[in-house]
């Protein structure tokens, strides 16, 4: 990693793997290192999320069987995972909402 890359931090014991095919987890792997260089993301890719928090954000990775979301938040020396699922309804279920909500007010804490 670059010196002037912000580390991704995956919140221990919170957010687990999901199941990824090996082309999605190539996509979010590249998608990843763009935030970590600093590279602000668009749609289709990534759609902010202030309804979770200032600085959040949710990026889009398609697979053959499910279209992944990864809700991330975006902190001065760092990149946060708040929540990684499979998304099957246009809105995002409430639970995710309030378990990233929850996970961003401790991460700030």
């Known amino acids: 990693m670059d010196a002037n890359e912000k580390p991704i931090v995956w919140l221990q014991g919170e957010v ?3 199941p990824f095919s090996l082309e999605a987890r190539i996509e979010a792997g590249v998608l990843l290192r763009r935030l970590q260089r600093g590279e602000k993301l668009l749609m289709p890719q990534s759609r902010p999320l202030s309804g979770i928090g200032r600085g959040c954000h949710e990026l889009r990775v398609l697979d053959r069987q499910s279209t992944w979301r990864i809700i991330y938040f975006i902190d001065v020396d760092a990149i946060a995972i708040l929540e990684v699922f499979a998304k099957k309804t246009a ?3 409430g639970h995710i909402v ?3 909500r929850r996970r961003l007010n401790a ?3």
């Open 16 to 18: 687990k793997t999901p």
């Open 91 to 93: 809105q995002t279920p």
């Open 98 to 100: 309030s378990n990233c």
């Open 107 to 109: 991460y700030k804490a």
